[in-house]
């Protein structure tokens, strides 16, 4: 017994020894091999990606407004629509709608389960980037793989309109999808802050008293723009995509929120009443610095008993398996993807309010 004593008093020691006053660990140099367990075309990306810089990606001070506005230039992708049409197998079209601005996708061929629906696709970028012709991008892979008309919502965005805009557009045009498409043959959904902003969106769907989509893609969602989750501190500097929440991720948050606190659910959909949401496919990876916005986000769809199904990617940093197009995790989750809106959309059916 005194031996057993002795061995628990020197471990309770040992850890105090590692542990700062405020209870957080301080962890030591280490070596993070390439994850044995991804894929040979991930590990090579991997292997061959220097080392995440932190501090280098760390802000002194947020962007002035004309600092972020050269940001937005210098990160507008140079791919065009015909690329982006010629990778896809798709047909891309701009238009507006009640005064907002959208792509529509037609896939080479409709699958017959999805006659008559539509996926009604939010794009990523950190509420900052990803606008104008690179906001279908992903939409239209979406629309390829699984054989259904896609509808692209290029939401207005900081500086020049902050929140509630983006939620307000994407609103806007959910309302003009239901005067054509049932809600039972319709789905929303993004990567990233796409996919939260898709949360948020189904959050004020439901305080306004509409029918709800019938099905919602939250790829790697950003539903929490505060620093609360685990991995984002956890996984900064392992995550080669986003790196650090403390640059212009932080700075983004606070551009898009424009003052209002982010606790609030249609910014940070985390925090809202998820009863009767529709069922969710939530995509993250082991090095994203949103697996922990994803798992609490999944744990509060379950807790709801809404039908939410978590895919954990080994060795995935933030939205790569979007970017590794000849990775087998990108064939993985967007045919998985493609089964799961088979499985809760009802093809050929009726407007809102149709007979």
Known sequence: MRRWYLVGTLWVLAVASWARTDGAWVIGERELPPPAGASEVLRAAIAASPQ??????????PPSAEEWQAIIAARAPSRTLEEVERMTGTRIERGVIDGVKVHRVAPAHVAERFAGCLFLYVHGGAYVFGGGDAAPVEGAVIAARAGIPALSVDYRMPPADPFPA???????????????????????????AGGGLSLAVVHRLRALGLPLPSAIYAGTPWADLTDTGDTIHAN????????????????????????????DPLLSPVYGDFQDFPPTYLVTGTRDLFLSDTARTHRKLRAAGVDAQLNVYEGVSHAEYAILMDAPEHDAVYGELSTFLAEHLAGGGTPAGGG
Do not use: N
Not at 54 to 60: I, S, T
Not at 241 to 262: F, I, M, P, Q, S
């Open 166 to 192: 983006a939620v307000d557009d994407v609103v806007t045009v959910y309302r003009h999808v239901l005067e054509t498409v049932s809600p039972g043959c319709v789905a929303i959904g993004g990567t990233s």
């Open 52 to 61: 995440p810089d932190v501090a280098g990606r760390r802000l002194q001070a």
């Open 236 to 263: 900064e500097g392992v995550d080669r995509t986003l790196v650090t929440y403390d640059g212009l991720l932080k700075a983004a948050a606070l551009l898009y929120a424009d003052g209002h606190d982010l606790h």
